[in-house]
């Protein structure tokens, strides 16, 4: 979530969302796995096929939460995979 600018990974920038333009960067580094670890499943239309979708508790989407907290979520996730 994004107080100072709400929903900006589904704004349009240029042709496509500002989520779309970022999975595109990402998907021409090889040899990477990516993720999207996300509590919102608005987004499942914008993920192409190569992102991985790793779904986030709603309790990581406060405000409180903090960075470390949130990625220590995602590496415990990720151990599954």
């Not at 240029?14 to 040899?31: A, K």
Request: aromatic residues 12%; positive net charge.
């Amino acid at each position: 979530n994004s107080r100072r600018l709400p929903n900006k990974n589904f704004l349009q920038l240029g042709d496509m969302p500002m989520c779309r333009h970022i999975f595109n960067t990402l998907g021409q580094i090889n040899d990477i796995d990516i993720f999207c670890y996300t509590s919102n499943i608005g987004i499942m239309s914008l993920i192409p096929d190569y992102v991985r979708y790793l779904p986030r508790n709603k309790k990581y989407d406060d405000d409180s939460v903090n960075a470390q907290e949130l990625f220590l979520s995602a590496i415990k996730m990720l151990k599954d995979y």
